[in-house]
């Protein structure tokens, strides 16, 4: 991997020119070095929604392989993965025990280990948080969320239990809003990649960590007058004010494994779709949801970009939020998804297409990371992936025989392989996701709800 | 129960203790003491809906109130730059999604900070301040000395004006008298800049730290203590109070007078303030953005239909049959002295012609909204328009449940709790092709033991609405058999259609109550729980005493020991 160094090292090597402003010392830090085996580097979550087709109403599970650990048949589902298998670690039946039921409960459940608490949201934080102070807290960003088709339905594009998983690992326990807009995205994580802005990008950045400083100090002030959730909430904002000043004196060089990717058109598809209903109310979607398929392949190009660039350790894809109400029209489906899960009556054709779909587009993602060499090895060898969803069968809500997947080989993550957990008396999901934390190096016993831990899962390595 | 759970509020959380007490309330009917909270904290899930006992506690005193440090919401975000900096371009809907919490986005407990939330206070700021100082004209508005600067001729030098233009940016900003060290560490950040970029650049600088500044963000309020030893919030405070709640925006000058004049003191000055405001247009913009959000219009242009049974549902009917709301409600709010009941039993409507085809009415031409009367045979009030029966519903087919939910739920505060997870578990959503009618189709949870206790109240509220299909048209029958829209409804009694039930709905108690908490969780950041019954007697009181008058309510909210004083400091 290359070697990183501030932002501030490169633009003034890209650009050549003497630049009067007080911070120009190198401030390079040393790459952590990999070995098969050691602990996991990256960790990426991908959520797609309403399970899968667990039991297609005659009793066939059109997800689950067949065969065993080692010589297995992928299902008609996720025979799209079938190029990727090798690095496939395919969990089946485990359950949400810990969660209260539902699309919410679910949602909450199965990044955190926990049931709701009072304000819907789980009542810890979600492992890629947790993972994220292990490995990511002295990155430019110390975690990256992104939605493709989010808000929809109910929730109206409000942060609700039914589209945020994300939990913050802080005091106050706070839900985090993935970002939509892909433009917005690129810009943020890419826009100061490009050494030919670098005179105006510098001065940008001068003029904008002096703000910063003004509104620290102005927070500080604020918070040493409150107390109790007002001050909490005060300083939860100067934490982050002073995160943004620390990422904007890091970003990464361009490199072979580390370039921005190709920027494309998405003029077509509105990432507001959905959101912001009280303010206009009449968004046609029917281009957004079309553009659906290019816009989640440039959003996992980015994804990858900004773990292989080392801008953040800790991702999370969501496809959509539990309320799956938009169409695919590129699959020919006119109705949403929700629809074919159980609103118009369970669907099971329908559905297998959705979730076929989705192994493809995960295949894709696993490809990518995969290509990246990062010298003998590559990004997805270092990185840990999981597959998951809030609910195991769309038509009852039932959370059994949850269709979950790792991929990777970061920790040791051993792939080519599936096992069934459908007989053993533990069959709690905590214990996978204690399990993952151990390829982090994180050995504590219990994460989620303890009533619902055991012990972690060996068969991972 | 198919959709249920995810359709209207969200239902889903519950702690196993809440879900069994809301289950037995269940049973019983509907608790007849208006206890329910609101529709949208029990559709958070959270535990605090299902206050059972709401008789104020002893000693509803002074000093009792609750005043969270609040955040400006996006809405008011728009609102504010617009009228501080000329900016109409709403660049607050660049901002992260706020918790739902009480419905509105708006409750303090829950406007938690994320880094994606800082990080685009600072790009929506930098947009914002370049379109403020782009041109001479622009900046001259923030300071006639500044376009001066800009066009070569200056008549004071660049610090003088600065000083000028920063004193009166952030006094308007801030929303209150600003001290000089302020505008100085404004002004020496400024001069950084200047140093090595235009003036322009770093008067746009001052105005980006400004607009991310806690002291625009959020809305402090220190108070000070009166005469009479009461806290109250001080005369700036105060108006901002007044300007945010019934405008979303920054006071304006008489507001701002009335604070520096001592008379936002005492409540009739309060009052007064109230009720010259909602004369101003943008108090209606504000009833808008609360109906957006109590009422499931937001989406109509996007329902998803299928085209071919469906053929009249275009999203352009979807955007008039949301107009034909707000009209309504606009309309009878701040124009006719119109009341919650009233609204809800309505005798007319508002429609263009486009509209009236789509509903079949004769007689009315063109593209404006003018006044009609409906057919008290199959609509009336606003719980019948074609759009409120049809936002609720997310595909092609009716679903009594959903519709039973949301008018539990958000007009009557009654929560509609989840089943437990083992019933869901043994109960399979019905096929569409199972049976000709939602109504059959749907019986099976009044029949079935383990969901009969809820169903009980829920369904038959559905299906007396059944008369209206899943575009919000009339229709006698469903697959030719018959809609039989006659039920029983616990709490309600029998009701013989939905022009009865929209009847004995506007009617209930409960309603009342019910809207008059939404209107003060929205009005006070809060979400006023079994904690609040102090508060909540007093409003409910208030809205009756002003015989439910809708604006009426709206300048009592003003009124209340909430909204006049700050809690004693402990």
């Known amino acids: ?461 | 129960m198919p959709s249920l759970h995810t359709s209207v509020g969200n239902v889903g959380t519950h702690t196993a203790v809440v879900a069994v007490w809301l289950m037995s309330s269940c049973y019983v009917g509907l608790p007849q003491d208006g206890s329910g909270v609101d529709g949208n904290s029990g559709a958070d899930g959270g535990s605090s809906t299902s206050a059972d006992d709401t008789s104020p506690p002893e000693g509803c005193v002074a000093g009792r109130s609750s005043a969270p440090l609040r955040r400006l919401t996006r809405f008011e975000y728009n609102n504010v730059v617009r009228d501080l900096l000329g900016d109409d371009t709403s660049p607050g809907n660049s901002l992260p999604s706020e918790i739902s919490g009480n419905g509105f986005g708006n409750d303090a407990e829950t406007q938690t900070v994320s880094s994606l939330l800082v990080e685009q206070y600072a790009t929506v700021s930098e947009g914002i301040a370049k379109r403020a100082t782009e041109s001479r004209d622009k900046l001259g508005a923030l300071a006639a000395c500044a376009a001066e600067i800009e066009a070569g001729t200056p008549t004071a030098d660049e610090e003088t004006c600065a000083r000028e233009l920063v004193t009166r940016l952030i006094t308007r900003a801030f929303r209150r008298p600003v001290a000089d060290a302020e505008v100085d560490e404004l002004l020496s950040l400024r001069a950084a800049i200047r140093e090595s970029s235009t003036f322009a650049t770093s008067i746009a600088t001052v105005i980006e730290a400004v607009l991310q500044s806690s002291d625009f963000l959020y809305r402090v309020e220190v108070g000070e203590v009166g005469e009479d030893g009461r806290r109250r919030p001080t005369g700036h405070e105060m108006a901002t109070r007044l300007s945010l709640f019934l405008w979303g925006s920054i006071p304006d000058d008489d507001l701002l007078a009335a604070a520096e004049a001592g008379d936002l003191v005492a409540a009739d000055g309060v009052r007064a303030q109230a009720e010259r405001m909602l004369q101003d247009p943008r108090a209606r913009v504000v009833a808008r953005h609360f109906f957006d959000n109590l009422l499931p219009i937001g989406s109509l242009a996007t329902l998803e239909r299928d085209a071919t049974r469906y053929p009249l549902y275009t999203p352009q009917i979807g955007r008039l049959m949301r107009e034909e709301t707000q009209t309504l409600l606009e309309r009878e709010i701040f124009e006719n002295g119109g009341t919650w009941p009233g609204v809800l039993t309505a005798e007319h409507t508002y429609m263009n012609a486009e509209l009236a085809a789509y509903y079949g009415v004769t007689g009315v031409e063109g593209e404006a909204f003018q006044r009609v009367d409906v057919d008290t045979t199959q609509r009336l009030g606003m719980l019948t328009h074609a759009g409120v029966v049809a936002g609720t519903i997310h595909s092609n087919e009716t679903n009594p449940v959903v519709r039973g939910a949301f008018l539990l739920e958000k007009i009557m505060c009654q929560p509609t709790p989840p089943p437990t997870p083992d019933v869901f578990d043994q109960v399979d959503p019905p096929n569409p092709d199972s049976a000709p009618t939602a109504r059959e189709r749907f019986s099976q949870h009044s029949e079935d033991p383990k969901c009969a206790g809820c169903h009980a109240v829920m369904d038959p509220i559905g299906f007396a609405l059944e008369n209206y299909d899943a575009v919000g048209r009339w229709r006698d029958h469903e697959n030719d058999v018959l809609s039989n829209t006659k039920v029983t409804i616990p709490g309600l009694g029998d009701v013989s259609g939905p022009v009865e039930l929209a009847r004995k709905v506007a009617q209930d108690p409960r309603t009342h109550a019910c809207f008059a908490v939404n209107w003060a969780n929205f009005a006070y950041g809060r979400t006023l729980g079994a904690d609040d019954a102090c508060v909540r007697q007093d409003i409910e009181e208030a809205f009756a005493a002003a015989d439910h008058d809708v604006a009426q309510l709206l300048i009592e909210l003003t009124q209340t020991e909430d909204f006049l004083f700050l809690p004693e400091e402990s």
């Open chain 1, 1 to 461: 991997m290359a070697r990183r160094i501030s932002r501030r090292t490169l633009l003034r090597g890209a650009g050549g020119v003497a630049i009067a402003l007080p911070w120009l010392e190198i401030m390079g830090q040393p790459a952590r070095a990999w070995a098969g085996g050691t602990t996991a580097q990256r960790f990426v979550t991908m959520y797609t929604p309403g399970g899968s087709v667990i039991n297609d109403g005659s009793g066939n599970n059109r997800w689950r392989p067949s065969g065993t650990e080692t010589d297995f048949t992928l299902s008609s589902i996720l025979m799209p993965l079938e190029p990727m298998r090798h690095k496939l670690l395919i969990y089946d039946g485990l359950s949400l025990l810990s969660s209260n039921g539902h699309h919410n409960g679910g949602m909450q459940s199965w990044l955190s280990g926990w049931g709701q608490g009072s304000d819907g949201f789980g009542r810890g934080p979600s492992i890629d948080q947790v993972i994220a102070g292990l490995i990511s807290a002295d990155k430019p960003m110390r975690s990256l969320q992104v939605a493709v088709r989010w808000g929809t339905g109910r929730t109206h594009g409000l942060v609700h239990p039914l589209n945020s998983p994300n939990l913050e690992d802080a005091e106050g326990n706070n839900p985090i809003p993935p970002r939509l807009d892909p433009q917005a995205i690129f810009a943020s994580l890419f826009s100061t990649l490009d050494p030919s802005t670098a005179p105006d990008a510098l001065a940008r950045v001068a003029r904008k960590k002096s703000v910063l400083d003004y509104v620290d100090r102005g927070l500080n002030g604020l918070s040493s007058r409150l107390s109790g959730g007002d001050k909490q909430r005060v300083d939860q904002h100067l934490t982050k004010v002073r995160e943004l000043e620390q990422a904007l004196d890091e970003m990464p060089p361009i490199s072979e494994v580390c370039y921005a990717p190709e920027l494309i058109d998405t003029s077509d598809y509105n990432p507001d779709t959905g959101l912001n209903s009280n303010l206009a109310g009449d968004i046609l979607d029917l281009d957004t949801d079309a553009s659906i398929p290019k816009v989640g392949k440039f959003m996992m190009d980015m994804l990858v970009m900004a773990l292989a660039c080392d801008i953040t350790g800790v991702a999370s894809f969501q496809w959509t939020d539990t309320e799956a109400k938009h169409t695919f029209p590129w699959l020919d489906l006119p109705n949403h998804h929700h629809y074919y899960q159980h609103d118009g009556g369970f669907a099971p054709d329908q559905l297998e297409k959705i979730y076929t779909w989705y192994a493809g587009q995960h295949e894709y993602f696993l490809q990518q990371l995969d290509a990246i060499d990062l010298g003998g090895h590559s990004l997805l060898d270092e990185t840990v992936v999981l597959f998951g969803s809030e609910v195991a069968q769309p038509s009852n809500h039932n959370q059994e025989n949850m269709p979950f997947m790792l991929a990777g080989g970061g920790g040791g993550l051993r792939g080519g392989r599936f096992l069934r957990h459908a007989d053993l008396a533990d069959r709690s999901h905590n214990n996978l996701l204690l399990a993952i934390l151990r390829l982090f190096g994180d050995e504590r016993e219990t994460f989620g709800n303890p009533e619902f831990c055991s012990a972690p899962f060996s068969d991972l390595t």
